[in-house]
């Protein structure tokens, strides 16, 4: 198949940003966060690169942790913990680490007479995010009924933001603090569970929070937050790329695209590329953002289709089918096309979709 619009993923590069990442908690195990198909990277593809740099991984659901199970015999967490009931036998059956966050799931436990021994439960606490997670004032019960069950427990939060930003720096120290509580809490009564609290914006910016075990995920995949935090250089690792398809010239007043959003002021000249927000383009590029192509920025011009995306190469020399369109990634970062379209990098990565070619590197 030749349609030229591909996402060149390094995964050299994630695993330098790996070893940057550990660099900055000694001592600390290390899950970094795998979940959306490795936030859109491929998860096959980042494992087979990482297994023998980390302790675990951690995904979202039951079924991410299962498809997981199938290439690796590393720790796996699943942060959303079972459903129901049928969901925690097969997370035991397949020895999978598993998030307990509420009473409803202490019930499937009920049936079971011990863990197994490869398997750690988290117990997760909600120190102020208000999403999952036991209130401090349930936390010693619902921990007396699991280490009836398993002495393999790990205590687990999250933060709601962990920026470097004033307002984040405030409520991470309140959830540090509440986090630390608890804990001394459950030391006083003799528990010594395994302590786990920060993600790559806690590991950059809040050192007090590493813990015993870290998770780390957007910052495996480049993402530092230049911008708001502790800066470390991480490596550019997914670029999304294609080539015109059409290049054309429009007179003074023709419209472009569907409503015709984009009129031209002058004669132009307009390059169309194979991409669209059915590729995980964002819809909101369009009259809104740019590319890169020939090293040059490209306005896109008109409303992005499913399919299509037009932009302006009136200024631009030497452009043909054959030259490379960098719609992100190198030389135009990622954090860019979530600024110019109200959104956070997180969205975009996990929305490129199924149908972009990933070529690894």
């Not at 740099?53 to 942790?65: D, F, K």
Request: contains cysteine.
């Amino acid at each position: 198949m030749t349609r030229p619009t591909v996402a060149e993923i390094n995964l050299s590069a994630i695993r330098k940003n790996l070893k940057k990442i550990k660099s900055l908690s000694k001592g600390s195990l290390i899950y970094p966060v795998v979940k959306a198909n490795a936030y859109g990277h491929g998860y096959k593809e980042v494992i087979k690169e990482i297994e023998n740099l980390v302790n675990g991984l951690s995904v979202a659901t039951t079924e991410e942790a299962l498809e997981i199970r199938k290439i690796t015999n590393k720790s796996i967490l699943c942060m959303e913990g079972p459903y129901d009931q049928k969901e925690f036998d097969l997370l035991i059956e397949n020895k999978i680490d598993l998030v307990i966050h509420s009473k409803r799931q202490i019930e499937f436990i009920e049936p079971t007479n011990r863990f197994p021994k490869e398997i750690k439960v988290w117990i997760k606490v909600d120190t102020g995010m208000n999403r999952l997670g036991f209130k401090e004032e349930e936390i010693i019960d619902a921990y007396k009924q699991l280490q009836a069950k398993t002495k393999k427990i790990v205590l687990m939060s999250h933060f709601s933001s962990a920026a470097g930003t004033k307002s984040s720096k405030i409520n991470s120290k309140k959830q540090i603090d509440s986090f630390n509580k608890i804990e001394k809490k459950l030391n006083k009564m003799g528990f010594k569970p395994l302590l786990s609290l920060c993600n790559s914006g806690g590991l950059l910016n809040y050192r007090s929070s590493h813990k015993d075990i870290v998770r780390p995920g957007v910052s495996l995949y480049g993402i530092d937050q230049k911008e708001i935090g502790k800066k470390i250089d991480l490596e550019n690792v997914l670029t999304f790329k294609t080539k015109p398809i059409s290049i054309k010239k429009v007179q003074k007043g023709d419209k472009v695209g569907y409503d015709g959003k984009w009129t031209a002021k002058k004669n132009s000249t307009i390059g169309i590329l194979p991409v669209g927000y059915a590729d995980g383009y964002p819809l909101l590029m369009g009259n809104n953002g740019y590319v890169l192509i020939n090293g040059k920025r490209a306005k896109v011009i008109g409303k992005v289709s499913m399919d299509l995306t037009a932009i302006d190469i009136s200024k631009i020399k030497d452009v043909n089918y054959e030259s490379d369109v960098i719609l992100w990634g190198k030389d135009l970062p990622i954090e860019k096309i979530a600024q110019a379209t109200k959104n956070i990098p997180y969205t975009i990565m996990t929305s490129l979709s199924a149908r972009v070619k990933r070529i690894y590197l």
